[in-house]
C-alpha cells in the first residue's frame, strides 16, 4: 500500500485526533501559534495534536499520556482526510498521529519517502538522514541491519523527529463453510492473490464466483503504473504479471512470476531473469475472456519498465518513483554475458544462476519471444540496470505497478500526446470508463496474469480468468471468474462475510476478532503487517519545530505499552517505519524523569 505516497484508508497516510473543529474560515485565516512555552496554563506546555475522527481511541491515548507528564492538550479533530489536510498545510497542529505501510515489503520504502529531504512526504532536511537512507539503499538485507539501526537512532533518540506508537496486525476473515481457507493467502505486504484461492467443492468452480470485497469503488486506472492505492492494488496485481514476487513474508521469488529464476550480478547495479514461455495475454470478447494468442515476453518487460521509470510517459503518472532506480532495462542475446558476469557475493555464474531448477538448460538465448521454447532450451533474458547498487529494486519490481502489459495493445490505444492530453476527449489505456457497464463499454484491456476484469458497475467489478496462464501448472487459477463488491465501510463488509454474501474480508479490525472467531462458518487468518503508526511534528513555525527538547519531552511521555494493553495485545511494539522489516533492537521505553529534564531545558532556552 508507494512510489512513495501518502496512502489513505488501508494503505493511506493517516492521522488521528480528536477534538475542536475548525471551520474553513479558521484554516484560510491567521493561524494561531498557541501559547506553547505556557503563562495562562499554570506554566505548562500546550500541544495541539492533529488527526481524524476515525482514530480517536488512539488520540485519546496520546492525550492522556501527555497530560500524564505535564502537558496541556488542545485537540483538533477533522471529519476527513481533506478535513486534516487542509488543517495540516495551514500549520494548526504540533504533532498529528500518522501511519504508513510499506507495501513493497523492503526498508528503503519505508524510508526514502518519508524522511529523506526530497521526499514526496518528507517534513524532515537532515544530511545525516539522507546519507544514512542512501548507504543502506546500496546494501544487501545481510549488510544494512547495523544502517537503518543507525537511520532509526537519528530520527527518534537523536533529533526525535518521529514518535513511535505501534506496528499492526493484519487479519482477514474467511468463510472456511464456501472455501477451502489453506488456499487463501494473507500476505505481509503484497495484496491478495487470487489464483491459489478455491473452493471446499471444487465442482463449483465453473459455476459460481469467488465473491472478493475492496472499499473503493472508482478506479484510478487499470494502467499498472497510473495508480498506487486501494482502489487498483489488488486488482491490478492480479491482471498483470511481475517479473517476481513476494512471498507471504516479504521474501523475493519467482514463483507465480514471469521468470524461472533470477540472479543480481557482482556489484549489485545488473539484475537478470529468465523469462517462462507459458503465459499469453487475455483480452474480452462478447463478455468472456479469450486467448490473445500473444506471448508476454521481453519487449513487452522492456516497454513496461522504461514506460514504468519514466515520469513522463504517460499523463499522471504515480508510480514512477518507485521506480527511478532504474537505469536501464534490454534483453540479453549473447550468452557469454551470463557465463562471464559472477553472482553477487559467490563464486557462480549468471548463467548457473539462472539455470538452477530448468527442466531444460539454456542453449541460445533469443530477442524473438515467438522462437523461445524452453523445451528446446531457447530462453529470453532480461538485465535491469540501476542507477546505482541498489538490490531492494527487486522488491519494487514485485510491486503491481511493476505490471507487464502488452507494448502493442498499449501503443494502439496511447494515441494521444502525452504533453497535451485532454482528460474529457482523450480514454488513456486503463481508463475505467472503457470497462463500465453502458454507453461507454469498449474493454480494450490486455491483461498478462491470471485474470482479467470484464466490466464494472457503481456495486462490483466482474473479472474472468485468463485461459492463457500458466494452464495446467500449480498456478492456474482454481477459480474461473471473481466478483469483487464495493463495500465502503468495515462492519458492512464484516456483516456481509457473516451473512455469506462474500466469501473473505480482507481487513477485519482488532475491535471486531471476536465476531469473526466467535462465528462457526468463519475463520479468522492473521499475520504481521507492515503498518506502524507514529507521531509526526509540525516542522515550520511551531515550538516543537525549533525545539529537540520539546519533541524529546513528547516522546518519552510515549508509553507503547498502553496501547498494547488497549488492543489486547493486536498491535506490536515499534520504533520507526522500519521496525516491521529490519530487526534493529531499538526501543522506546517511556521515561517521565526524562521528560521533566527535557520541559526544564525547554523551558530555560
Known amino acids: 500500500m508507494m512510489g512513495k505516497r501518502l496512502l489513505t484508508l488501508m494503505l493511506a497516510l493517516v492521522v488521528v485526533l480528536a477534538g475542536c473543529v475548525q471551520t474553513k474560515s479558521d484554516v484560510s485565516g491567521e493561524k494561531e501559534k ?69 507495501v513493497t515489503g523492503n526498508p528503503d520504502y519505508a524510508v526514502r519517502s518519508l524522511f529523506k529531504s526530497d521526499g514526496d512526504n518528507s517534513n524532515i532536511s537532515d544530511e545525516e538522514v539522507d546519507k ?39 487479519a482477514q476473515g474467511v468463510n472456511k463453510d464456501v472455501l477451502n481457507p489453506g488456499t487463501v493467502r494473507l500476505a505481509k505486504s503484497r495484496a491478495i492473490a487470487w489464483e491459489t484461492i478455491d473452493f471446499n467443492d471444487a465442482s463449483k468452480r465453473e459455476s459460481m464466483p469467488l465473491i472478493a470485497q475492496q472499499a473503493i469503488g472508482s478506479l484510478t486506472s487499470l494502467d499498472p503504473i497510473k495508480g498506487n492505492d486501494g482502489s487498483i492494488n489488488t486488482l491490478n496485481t492480479n491482471m498483470y504479471v511481475r517479473l517476481v514476487n513476494l512471498t507471504d513474508d516479504d521474501k523475493v521469488v519467482s514463483d507465480g512470476s514471469l521468470s524461472y529464476n533470477y540472479a543480481i550480478g557482482e556489484g549489485n547495479s545488473d539484475y537478470y531473469f529468465i523469462l517462462r514461455d507459458d503465459i499469453n495475454f487475455a483480452k474480452v470478447e462478447g463478455g468472456t475472456a479469450v486467448d490473445t494468442g500473444e506471448r508476454v515476453g521481453a519487449d513487452d518487460v522492456v516497454f513496461s519498465l522504461n514506460r514504468a521509470k519514466d515520469k513522463n510517459s504517460v499523463p499522471d503518472h504515480r508510480t514512477y518513483s518507485l521506480h527511478e532506480s532504474i537505469k ?53 533474458v532480461i538485465k535491469v540496470t540501476t542507477n546505482e547498487p541498489f538490490p531492494q529494486v527487486l522488491n519494487y519490481l514485485a510491486h503491481q505497478s511493476a505490471g507487464i502489459v502488452s507494448k502493442k495493445q498499449v501503443e494502439s490505444i496511447n494515441t494521444y500526446d502525452v504533453a497535451s492530453f485532454d482528460v474529457n476527449k482523450d480514454i488513456p489505456y486503463g481508463d475505467q470508463r472503457t470497462v463500465t457497464e453502458g454507453s461507454t463499454y469498449n474493454n480494450h484491456l490486455y491483461a498478462s496474469g491470471p485474470y482479467i476484469l470484464v466490466k464494472k458497475n457503481d456495486y462490483q467489478a ?41 466469501h473473505f474480508f480482507n481487513g477485519v479490525p482488532e475491535t471486531k476478532y471476536d465476531l469473526v472467531e466467535n462465528d462457526d462458518k468463519l475463520v479468522l487468518q492473521k499475520n504481521d503487517s507492515n503498518a506502524v503508526a507514529y507521531l509526526v511534528f509540525n516542522a515550520g513555525d511551531r515550538d516543537v519545530a525549533k525545539s529537540e527538547n520539546l ?36 526501543e522506546l521505553v517511556a521515561d517521565p524523569a526524562k521528560v521533566k529534564e527535557f520541559l526544564a531545558e525547554f523551558h530555560a532556552e
Open 34 to 102: 498557541g501559547d506553547t512555552k505556557g503563562g495562562g496554563n499554570n506554566g505548562k506546555v500546550t500541544i495541539e495534536l492533529l488527526g481524524m475522527s476515525s482514530g480517536e481511541e488512539d488520540m485519546n491515548i496520546v492525550r492522556d499520556q501527555l497530560i500524564k507528564n505535564g502537558f496541556d492538550v488542545k485537540l483538533n479533530i477533522q471529519p476527513d482526510y481533506g478535513s486534516f489536510k487542509a488543517q495540516r498545510d495551514a500549520g494548526n497542529f504540533d504533532i498529528a498521529l500518522s501511519s504508513w505501510t510499506t
Open 132 to 170: 544514512l537512507i542512501e548507504k543502506a539503499s546500496t546494501e544487501t538485507s545481510d549488510e544494512y541491519q547495523e544502517t537503518y539501526k543507525q537511520l532509526e537512532q537519528r530520527l527518534v533518540a537523536e533529533k526525535a523527529y518521529i514518535a513511535p506508537l505501534y506496528n499492526s496486525f493484519k
Open 328 to 380: 536501464n532495462v534490454e534483453i540479453v542475446t549473447d550468452l557469454t554475458e551470463l557465463e562471464n558476469v559472477k553472482q553477487s557475493g559467490g563464486e557462480a555464474s549468471i548463467r548457473e544462476a539462472l539455470e538452477k531448477g530448468l527442466k531444460v538448460n539454456i542453449s541460445e538465448l533469443v530477442g524473438d519471444k515467438s522462437a523461445a521454447d524452453s523445451k528446446a532450451g531457447k530462453y529470453q
Open 462 to 502: 466482474d473479472f474472468a480468468k485468463n485461459p492463457a496462464y500458466r494452464a495446467g501448472s500449480e498456478f492456474e487459477p482454481k477459480i474461473s471468474s471473481v466478483t469483487v463488491r464495493f463495500i465502503q465501510d468495515a462492519d458492512s463488509a464484516l456483516s456481509a462475510l457473516r451473512n455469506g454474501e462474500i
Open 551 to 586: 519533541r524529546k519531552a513528547v516522546l518519552y511521555s510515549i508509553n507503547q505499552n498502553e496501547f498494547l494493553n488497549y488492543y489486547q495485545g493486536n498491535k506490536k511494539k515499534a520504533y520507526s517505519t522500519v521496525s516491521p522489516l529490519v530487526n534493529t533492537g531499538n
